[in-house]
């Protein structure tokens, strides 16, 4: 069986892997392993959850490499543009957050050539996991009824972007920012919200907007298909 472990950044995306991906890519051939919580330091106790310490999640990830050589596994981040560490952004020559889809990719690259690892892809969301959740209004909008004033503004605000992953990523208009804005109180359970709202969506609706994303769960699914 072909298997995929996903690195996490924080608790949202590995309930997305948990509950809707991994039974989603079951069923195209790969078996996914239990997430991994980004590294915020070199401390095997410490806490985790957070794209903060580049240096800690490196040693982290060269430790999965090695820790099991299967020729059959697979790795890869799942990781947030937004707030994404000077540092990472360092390693593909960026002084500046990057925002277009070239820049995202050339920093994906950067990351891999640090670990020379054929294994291993490195992904990173733009600009956050929620933009699958701004993908559809009217799912979020059934989940959240009481709120409809405020999805409505949303919808009002976010109709200009061609597709949910262009919503910019400014302090106050980042896609988890405008959702708190339009159902205050969103970002204190954010990781089951997120969870519910793409259960209600379905992953077909967040793809449908989502290219970047769609285009690397298709990697994935197509691995899967491969003798």
């Known amino acids: 069986m072909k298997r995929l472990l996903i690195y996490c950044e924080g608790q949202t995306e590995e309930m997305v892997v948990e509950r809707l991906l ?23 106790n410490a806490q985790r959850g957070g794209f903060v310490n580049w240096n800690a999640i490196e040693f982290d990830l ?18 947030d543009l937004y707030a994404m560490p000077a540092s990472v952004l360092g390693l593909g020559g960026f002084t500046a957050p990057v925002t277009t889809v070239a820049d995202v990719a050339a920093v994906e690259t950067a990351i891999e050539a640090v670990f020379n690892e054929p294994r291993f892809r490195a992904y990173v969301q733009r600009h956050e996991l929620e933009a699958l959740l701004l993908a559809d209004l ?34 106050t208009t980042h896609p988890s920012a405008r959702l708190e804005t339009a159902i ?10 997120a969870y519910f709202v793409l259960a209600e969506s ?3 609706a967040a793809r449908a907007r989502c290219p970047r994303f769609s285009d690397w769960l298709r990697s994935w699914e197509s691995w899967g298909a491969q003798p």
């Open 184 to 193: 205050p109180g969103y970002n204190n359970l954010k990781a089951s919200n």
């Open 62 to 79: 060269r430790q999965e490499f090695e820790s099991d050589p299967d020729p059959d596994l697979r790795f890869t981040t799942l990781l």
């Open 138 to 171: 009217d799912a979020l909008g059934r989940v959240f009824h009481r709120h409809i004033p405020g999805i409505h503004q949303l919808r009002i605000d976010i109709a200009g972007f061609a597709t949910a992953e262009d919503i910019n990523h400014g302090p």
């Open 22 to 44: 991994r039974p989603h890519l079951l069923t195209h051939g790969v078996q996914t392993e239990r997430p991994i919580l980004a590294a915020t330091s070199q401390d095997p």
């Open 202 to 204: 379905g992953i077909a």
